[in-house]
T-cell receptor, first 114, second 117 residues
Framework: DQQVKQNSPSLSVQEGRISILNCDYT??????FLWYKKYPAEGPTFLISISSIKDKNEDGRFTVFLNKSAKHLSLHIVPSQPGDSAVYFC?????????????FGSGTRLQVQP | GAVVSQHPSWVICKSGTSVKIECRSL??????MFWYRQFPKQSLMLMATSNEGSKATYEQGVEKDKFLINHASLTLSTLTVTSAHPEDSSFYICSARSGKYSGNTIYFGEGSWLTVV
């Protein structure tokens, strides 16, 4: 049972345009969400996070939106750059796991075309 | 920012042997570290939670006698794959939380490629 879902395995956008990566979750106990960027054969790199008490968090070109009622979050990258090409993982943690660790989605491969 | 370092970054071992992977938090103390495994084109799957000074907590389906975890200090956790088999070949990643609250960011190591031949 996948508690964190990224239904789009891949996404291709033009340089300078907006990239929108989506993530859905089913566990209502999740209260903290993170996005990681990962290159092949490397560990994930933290990008941005959001607590369930907020609905938006912005950091430079990256903005994460959280819709608790829909159990949906999205990562917006504006403007997209070729260096953003990587696999992006959505992750969540919550009180029911004692916040022991993160539950990851399956990832979305972003390709930014020059 | 916080840094988590893993060693070795890649290792090849013979079937039946054991291999140890180290995970260090370089500029913060980590009471809890996490070990993940990623097979090609799949997501990161939590294997176990490593707690400093106590036994690790393993996820369902992960053999604790095969994947030995030792968290001997606040900056070091080790994962030993015992009697490795080719199906254990995978990308192993450790992570550490920079504090004890869920709001503290989890940082990841660079990962370790294990190939069992």
């Amino acid at each position: 049972d996948q508690q964190v879902k990224q239904n789009s395995p891949s996404l291709s956008v033009q340089e300078g345009r907006i990239s929108i990566l989506n993530c859905d979750y089913t566990n209502s106990m999740f209260d903290y969400f993170l996005w990681y960027k990962k290159y092949p054969a490397e560990g994930p790199t933290f990008l941005i996070s959001i607590s369930s008490i907020k609905d938006k968090n912005e950091d430079g070109r990256f903005t994460v939106f959280l819709n608790k009622s829909a159990k949906h979050l999205s990562l917006h990258i504006v403007p997209s750059q070729p260096g953003d090409s990587a696999v992006y993982f959505c992750a969540a943690s919550g009180a029911d796991t004692g916040r022991r660790a993160l539950t990851f989605g399956s990832g979305t491969r972003l390709q930014v075309q020059p | 920012g916080a840094v988590v370092s893993q060693h070795p970054s890649w290792v090849i071992c013979k079937s039946g042997t054991s291999v140890k992977i180290e995970c260090r938090s370089l500029d913060f103390q980590a009471t809890t570290m996490f070990w993940y495994r990623q097979f090609p084109k799949q997501s990161l799957m939590l294997m176990a939670t490593s707690n400093e000074g106590s036994k690790a907590t393993y996820e369902q389906g992960v053999e604790k006698d095969k994947f030995l975890i030792n968290h001997a200090s606040l900056t070091l956790s080790t994962l030993t794959v015992t009697s490795a088999h080719p199906e254990d070949s995978s990308f192993y990643i450790c992570s550490a939380r920079s504090g004890k609250y869920s709001g503290n960011t989890i940082y990841f190591g660079e990962g370790s490629w294990l190939t069992v031949v």
